[in-house]
């Protein structure tokens, strides 16, 4: 299983970005994806889901404002990202997990790397205000 992070970087206060994950290595829809973000001295957190190909989740934190998808074809999940906060500030990550649908990424709390079999490396994105 290979997961590869692009699309980070920083933005203004209010600004966007697109990030995408590539993956590689399993069965695209037999796999939960998501995207989660961990800011210095906090525990990663569950930003965006989605299993099936839409089948999604998403964190009260960014309801509105950020929108999960996938690509079957190309195997890839994006998380296109607006209106974005200063507190959006984190590194972010790409995780999956077999045994991980959508609807039970609100529940994966406080257990960081164990809340998926598989990461990508992780990616800055920085907000300024």
């Known amino acids: 299983v290979q997961l590869v992070e692009s699309g980070g970087g920083s933005a203004q206060t209010g600004g966007s970005l697109k990030l995408s994950c590539a993956t590689s290595?399993?069965?695209?829809?037999?796999?939960?994806i998501g995207w989660f973000r961990q800011a210095p001295g906090k525990d990663r957190e569950v930003v965006a889901c989605i299993s099936g190909g839409s089948h999604t989740y998403y964190s009260d934190s960014i309801t509105g404002r950020f929108t999960i998808t996938s690509d079957g074809a190309k195997k890839t999940v994006d998380l296109q990202m607006n209106d974005l906060k200063p507190e959006d500030t984190a590194v972010y990550y790409c995780?999956?997990?077999?045994?991980?649908?959508?609807?039970?990424?609100?529940?994966?709390?406080?257990?960081?790397?164990?809340?998926?079999?598989?990461w990508g490396a992780g990616m800055q994105v920085t907000v300024s205000s």
């Open positions: 995780g999956a997990d077999r045994d991980v649908l959508a609807e039970h990424c609100g529940g994966l709390v406080g257990r960081n790397e164990r809340m998926m079999d598989y």
């Open positions: 290595g399993f069965s695209f829809y037999d796999f939960g």
